[in-house]
């Protein structure tokens, strides 16, 4: 269903995997499984392949899946302000860091992102054409 740059609206993507809950980290299927990645660029995901996991127990955990996961997942970014993802492709989880301060110096002008804030980082081997 999803085309390579092509924007859809948050809610058609949850539609299509069947899904009611969930907003960044989507998960479908019995048993559940990652299927996508909504993620907002400058917010919980830096160019070029770091998804920024938060903190709190429930996305601490998720996160922690996340990490361990060696299918490709399908990956929509969108800018601060915009209310559609656009679909970058597959990406695979290749590593994974718990140290917040291994994005530090790639944040300090995001002042959206506060390093002490991250639970994980999820660096991800994008497409060729993302």
Same mark, same amino acid.
């Given at each position: ?10 809610r ?20 559940k ?13 830096i ?26 997942v ?23 860091? %718990? ?5 530090? %110096?790639? %944040?300090?002008?995001? %002042? ?9 980082i ?9």
């Open positions: 269903m999803f085309e390579i740059n092509k924007k859809y609206k948050h058609e993507i949850k539609e299509y995997f069947g899904i009611e809950k969930g907003s960044a980290i989507l998960e479908a299927g019995k048993p499984k990652f299927v996508a990645l909504c993620l907002t660029r400058g917010y919980d995901f160019s070029p392949n770091m998804a920024l996991i938060k903190n709190g127990p429930l996305i601490r955990k998720i996160g922690r899946a996340l990490a361990g996961v060696k299918y490709p399908k990956l929509f970014l969108k800018n601060d302000g915009e209310f559609e993802y656009q679909y970058v492709g597959e990406v695979k989880i290749i590593e994974s860091k %718990t140290a917040p301060r291994k994005v530090k %110096t790639r %944040t300090e002008n995001k %002042t959206s992102i506060r390093p002490k804030e991250l639970s994980r999820i660096y991800l081997n994008m497409p060729k054409n993302g």
